[in-house]
C-alpha cells in the first residue's frame, strides 16, 4: 500500500493555515492511483472532523465521458450552504487557496436509503428533490491544472463550497438532461461554452457512486443525502467581488457573491 501521510499531512496542514502547497510539493506528493487518493479524502475529512454524523452527507461525482471510469468526493457539512437569487450566500475572500472555480449544475437530494447495488431504475425512484446548485472549486496547491490528476482527486476533487438554489419535488423527470442553463456575472449574461450536461443523462454515473460510497463509509448513500451530477458549463474562473447567479429553466436558480476584500 502507498505510504499517502506526507500528503495526508501537507493537506490538514494547507486547510488549516489557508496556505497553498508549492507546485513542486503537490506535484512529489500526488499518489499512485485513485484508490491512495481515496484514502487521503477519508483521513483528511476525519482528521477535520468534517462529518458531524461520522459520514458525509453530501458527494459530488464527476466522468469524462459515459465510459471512462468516475470520481467522486465527499462535501464536508460545513460548506454547503444555500445561496438563493434572492438571498445570495456570501464566500469570504479568505476561504481561497488559489481560485474560486465556479460550476454549475443540478444536484439530487434522495427520499430514501440506497444500497450499493442500486440500479438506474432504483435510483430515479430514490430522487426527492432536484436542485439548483453551483459547486465552488478550489485546489489546495498552486498552479492547479499542471498537477496530477491524482493530487486533486485527493484534495477532494477540488471542492471547497456547494451553494444549493431553489429544489423542485416531484422527484427526477427525464426532461430535467434537456433543460437549458443561464450564467450571469456581475448582472451580465456570461457566454457558455457549453450548457447541457457532457454525458447526457445526470444519473448515468450513480450506479458506480453507490458502490463507491458503500466502499468508503459502510452505511452507504442515505435518505436525505445530496449528491451534485456535474458541471453543465465547465468551469468558469471567478474573480474577488464577482455577483454570481446561475439558473435552469423551469427550475429556479442560485447565487452568491465573493467578498473582494
Known amino acids: 500500500m502507498t505510504d ?5 499531512d501537507a493537506l490538514i496542514e494547507a486547510w488549516r493555515s489557508g ?72 464566500l469570504p475572500l479568505s476561504t481561497r487557496h488559489t481560485l474560486f472555480g465556479i460550476e454549475v449544475e443540478l444536484a439530487i437530494r434522495l427520499a430514501r436509503d440506497l444500497p450499493a447495488s442500486a440500479d438506474a431504475a432504483q435510483i430515479k425512484a430514490a430522487v426527492a428533490e432536484v436542485i439548483v446548485a453551483i459547486e465552488v472549486c478550489d485546489v489546495r496547491a498552486q498552479a492547479w491544472q499542471k498537477l496530477p490528476a491524482t493530487f486533486r482527486l485527493a484534495d477532494q476533487q477540488m471542492n ?3 451553494i444549493l438554489g431553489n429544489a423542485t419535488a416531484g422527484g427526477w423527470q ?7 442553463v443561464q450564467l450571469q456575472v456581475n448582472g451580465a449574461p456570461f457566454a457558455l461554452k457549453d450548457s447541457r450536461h ?29 449528491i451534485t451530477t456535474g458541471t453543465w458549463t465547465g468551469l468558469y474562473e471567478a474573480q474577488p467581488g464577482d455577483r454570481i447567479c446561475a439558473s435552469f429553466d423551469g427550475l429556479g436558480g442560485v447565487a452568491l457573491n465573493i467578498a473582494n476584500a
Not at 499517502?4 to 495526508?8: D, K
Not at 427525464?174 to 437549458?180: H, S
Open 4 to 8: 499517502t501521510s506526507q500528503l495526508h
Open 19 to 90: 496556505t497553498p502547497l508549492s507546485e513542486e510539493a503537490a506535484t512529489r506528493l500526488a499518489p499512485a492511483d485513485n484508490q491512495a487518493a481515496y484514502r487521503v479524502q477519508h483521513q483528511v475529512g476525519e482528521a477535520l472532523q468534517w462529518f458531524a454524523q461520522g459520514r458525509p452527507r453530501a458527494w459530488k461525482i464527476g466522468a469524462a465521458s459515459k465510459e471512462s471510469l468516475p470520481t467522486a468526493a465527499p462535501i464536508a457539512d460545513a460548506v454547503v450552504v444555500h445561496g438563493l437569487p434572492e438571498s445570495p450566500a456570501q
Open 160 to 162: 471547497r463550497w456547494l
Open 174 to 180: 427525464d426532461d430535467y438532461a434537456q433543460r437549458g
Open 198 to 226: 457532457p454525458l447526457g443523462d445526470p444519473l448515468c454515473l450513480l450506479p458506480w457512486l453507490c458502490n463507491h460510497v458503500a466502499e468508503q463509509y459502510p452505511a452507504g448513500l442515505r435518505a436525505g443525502d445530496v
